[in-house]
């Protein structure tokens, strides 16, 4: 790779053992990539230094050193630990594993707290800013068009590229740690130009309106696409921030989309020829109403009994309108005593609807609001649970797998009426 | 040994070093997080053709990543759990495996030429040179031949041995 000056520098020491530690696993990454110089960022999100009890005895840690022996060995993959200094640019801690005060309604061990809360306040110290969301762009991390950012967290990622029209590629742990101390990450991608142009053409031929419409195109999308670039054309109004949530989410986790294109909504696609630029593409796809009960199909092919146990919102964290339409659909009814509500949210937006009374809202009628984390990233269900009912491509794609769990996919107000009875009766389209 | 077959392929370096084991090949995208377990190195995910499938000490060999970006994160515990795979072969460059092939620190290469998922078979014993670029797989048998004429010929022999 081509360094500048104050790269080489970096990767001398003259910045400190910590930054020469990032800097050299940013030059085997950025090499590994093919890439040939780095870009300066100045907007990295990440979990920079966060442990479970799993790593903390690993790397035989104690409360006084873990952060600095993590950070050095498992995030900049160094064999030496180093003093973790502060971060030289905005930085942002993404979701986490446990919720420091719905903690015992996760099920979640002291220790997993008192892990998380201590890397918390070590990451504070370090200038780091605790969003502890996989939404920051719901909670003011909005980066401008053409940013160059380094973020983790796909759901992010894709929004970060497509709606916002800033860079990042999908960083990872290790990758945005490194960028928080020094301020780069691979020039490779899409940070790049010429690599954001649309690689597959699909023509939308079913209305696409609702947060479970926009699931499910989102899911056909990354499925048909993998990692390549989409464009979007046909019968889609303009989506509202929560569907892109959803749409993106879904199509990072069907396939592996870091950027989209709607045509005549996303900032790099006002028509089909921008959307494509010098390419031509390379497939052309038609989501009609088949295509659509297929995908429906898919995302339920996980679950067959319809006594629901757990019915969760929240993924992506909920937005404060979808909190709203919780409550709504609850009209001050109680929840069935054989079921459990949890809804995922950011602190900034529960603080929102807490000030609200949504949350209590919610509470009365059964439920919980919960922050941090979700079902899937903090491996927590309620106890027993058989059969969960979701809102979320994404989350039924996960969940299931990660534990072991039928699950059934519907609307926002499919889930809170299995809520509500304790059955599911989501419609098939 | 005879009808041993060995192939020769060449590629870029991603990850330096040399490691050898059993192939172990898939035709999907492997995702990191969610879609294995790094406590056992097996693949989870639903409807994945090596669903519960573990690909500890194998070499991998794979189209490349999708999903979450916490697929190094991933990858980088099975190297602390020692079930990670000996070596890497992949076709898609993206920036999830590049990371996890360095922090997982086993040989890895890409772009070779000719397609490993269609000339490397699970169970082909293959040599990853990382630095060199280079893959060698040798195969028990030679190509096109049906995997158990072998075993019949081996038990016929073995019978008229014992008689």
């Given at each position: ?42 907007n990295v999100a990440g979990v920079p ?41 905005h930085s942002c801690h993404l ?34 800013e605790?969003l502890?969301?996989c939404?920051p762009y719901?909670?003011?991390n909005?980066p ?5 950012c380094a973020w983790m967290e796909?759901?992010a990622i894709?929004?970060c ?7 990042t590629?999908?960083e990872?742990?290790?990758?945005t740690?490194?960028a928080m ?249 | ?68 970006s ?94």
């Amino acid at each position: 790779m081509q360094l500048t000056d104050s790269e080489k520098a970096m990767l001398e020491g003259a910045e400190g053992k910590a930054r020469q530690k990032a800097m050299q696993l940013l030059v085997r990454y950025g090499e590994a990539l093919g890439a040939e110089r780095f870009v300066i960022t100045n907007n990295v999100a990440g979990v920079p230094g966060s442990y479970t009890p799993f790593l903390f005895n690993y790397y035989k840690a104690t409360r006084e050193n873990a952060y600095d022996r993590i950070y050095s060995l498992f995030d900049l993959d160094s064999d030496e630990v180093v003093e973790v200094p502060q971060v030289s640019v905005h930085s942002c801690h993404l979701q986490g594993g446990v919720d420091p005060e719905g903690w015992q309604i996760l099920g979640a061990k002291p220790e997993a707290l008192q892990a998380s809360s201590d890397s918390e306040r070590a990451a504070t110290s370090k200038g780091i800013e605790i969003l502890k969301t996989c939404t920051p762009y719901l909670v003011g991390n909005v980066p401008s068009r053409g940013e160059h950012c380094a973020w983790m967290e796909s759901s992010a990622i894709v929004y970060c590229n497509s709606v916002l029209g800033a860079r990042t590629n999908a960083e990872g742990r290790e990758s945005t740690s490194a960028a928080m101390l020094t301020g780069r990450i691979p020039d490779w991608g899409l940070h790049r130009e010429e690599n954001r142009f649309g690689t597959h053409r699909i023509e939308v031929n079913v209305e696409v309106e609702s947060l479970m419409d926009w699931g499910m195109l989102g899911y056909f999308t990354g499925a048909a696409v993998g990692e390549r670039i989409p464009v979007l054309s046909g019968r889609f109004g303009t989506p509202q921030l929560i569907h892109h949530k959803h749409f993106g989410a879904a199509a990072a986790s069907s396939g592996g989309v870091e950027l989209y294109h709607l045509v005549g909504v996303t900032p790099e696609a006002s028509t089909l020829e921008q959307a494509f630029g010098p390419r031509r593409p390379i497939e052309v796809l038609s989501y009609g109403k088949a295509e659509r009960r297929r995908t429906y199909d898919e995302l339920n092919a996980r679950a067959s009994d319809p006594n629901v146990d757990y019915v969760m919102i929240g993924c992506p964290h909920a937005a404060l309108e979808q909190i709203e339409e919780v409550c709504r659909l609850l009209e001050g009814k109680r929840i069935s005593s054989n079921c459990n509500l949890w809804v995922f949210t950011s602190r900034a937006v529960k603080s929102l609807a807490d000030s609200r009374g949504l949350t209590q809202t919610i509470r009365r009628a059964g439920g919980q609001v919960l922050t941090d984390t979700c079902s899937a990233i903090g491996q927590a269900i309620p106890p027993g649970t058989r059969v969960a009912a979701l809102d979320s491509a994404k989350q039924a794609h996960y969940l299931p797998a990660i534990m072991g769990i039928q699950a059934w996919f519907g609307t926002t107000r499919d889930c809170i009426a299995a809520a509500l009875t304790g059955r599911w009766n989501g419609e098939r389209p | 040994m005879s009808g041993k077959t060995t192939l020769t392929l060449h590629g870029r370096k991603v990850v330096g070093g040399v490691a050898e084991g059993e192939a172990l090949v898939t035709h999907d995208t492997i995702s990191g997080w969610g879609g294995v377990n790094p406590m056992t190195g097996t693949i989870i995910e639903t409807r994945h053709e090596l669903q519960g499938q573990s690909f500890k000490d194998k070499v991998l060999v794979c189209p490349g990543a999708k999903g979450s970006s916490g697929w190094s994160g991933a990858f980088h515990l099975t190297r602390l759990t020692r079930t990670a795979p000996k070596a890497l072969i992949f076709n898609e460059m993206t920036t999830k495996i590049a990371l996890g092939a360095v922090v997982m620190r086993v040989p890895a290469v890409t772009q070779l030429d000719q397609d490993p998922l269609a000339v490397i078979r699970t169970g082909d014993w293959v040599r990853v040179d990382g630095d060199r670029g280079i893959v060698e797989v040798t195969r028990a048998e030679p190509l096109g031949r049906p995997d158990d004429l072998d075993l019949v010929e081996d038990a016929v022999r073995l019978t008229r041995e014992k008689a």
